[in-house]
């Protein structure tokens, strides 16, 4: 018999990182400023890689929303599997205390070499195998309830990821706002590395994590 803790629905919400949030509108606002002021080429492409991971900062963040979501929901499916498991198992040690009080009840017919009543024999094997489906179904629902923990855990990994990957998209924006205010294309192209890399973490939170 196993029976493992499930955290309860206030343990999982403590647990579950902060709603991500994207505000980067001021940020392409002054690079859009810039651009109406001064205009050029590389403001240009500024505007359009902050646009772009902006876009993508948003979908990051409505994905790592969901992920969380349904981390919850997963959660609490595991806690119902468990509390049927736990029942299970409270009826499986009641049928098998039934089937010792019969199998004690035939104790002195045997003692004094004379034949227990046959219905003392059908009890203890109608308990007995009511004990085994008992058994079966509590086994089962600990295997649901494993798997849907997993799965849990396993979106709260993503959501890690997604995580990471919008706080490199809004720094990447952030450095396109710098760059534009500064005309420095090194800032551009830290802004871009790290746009790419927001936009591999967002790839890898679906195809890396196991």
Do not use: C
């Not at 534009?180 to 746009?195: C, E, F, I």
Request: proline fraction near 2%; glycine fraction near 4%; aromatic fraction near 6%.
């Amino acid at each position: 018999m196993s029976v493992v803790a499930q955290p309860t629905d206030s343990e999982v919400f403590a647990r579950m990182p902060e709603e991500i949030e994207v505000d980067t509108d001021k940020l392409r606002e002054s690079i859009a400023d810039e651009i109406e002021h001064e205009g050029g080429d590389l403001l240009r492409s500024i505007a359009l890689s902050t646009a772009l991971f902006a876009a993508l900062a948003a979908i990051v963040a409505l994905q790592a929303g969901s992920t969380v979501n349904e981390a919850l929901v997963l959660k609490n499916e595991a806690t119902i599997q468990q509390a049927k498991a736990s029942d299970s198992w409270t009826y499986y040690q009641a049928k098998g205390l039934k089937a010792a009080m019969a199998r004690s009840a035939r104790e002195p017919w045997l003692a004094q070499d004379k034949a227990p009543p046959a219905n003392l024999a059908d009890e203890e094997a109608h308990y007995l195998a009511e004990q085994r489906e008992l058994k079966l179904k509590a086994v089962e629902f600990e295997r649901e309830r494993d798997e849907k923990s997993a799965e849990a855990d396993h979106m709260l990994h993503q959501h890690d990821r997604l995580a990471e990957s919008v706080a490199f998209l809004q720094v990447g924006i952030a450095l396109g706002a710098v760059a534009a205010l500064t005309r420095k294309r090194l800032a551009w192209w830290a802004s871009l590395a790290l746009g790419v890399i927001g936009g591999l973490l967002f790839a890898y939170a679906f195809v890396g994590v196991h």
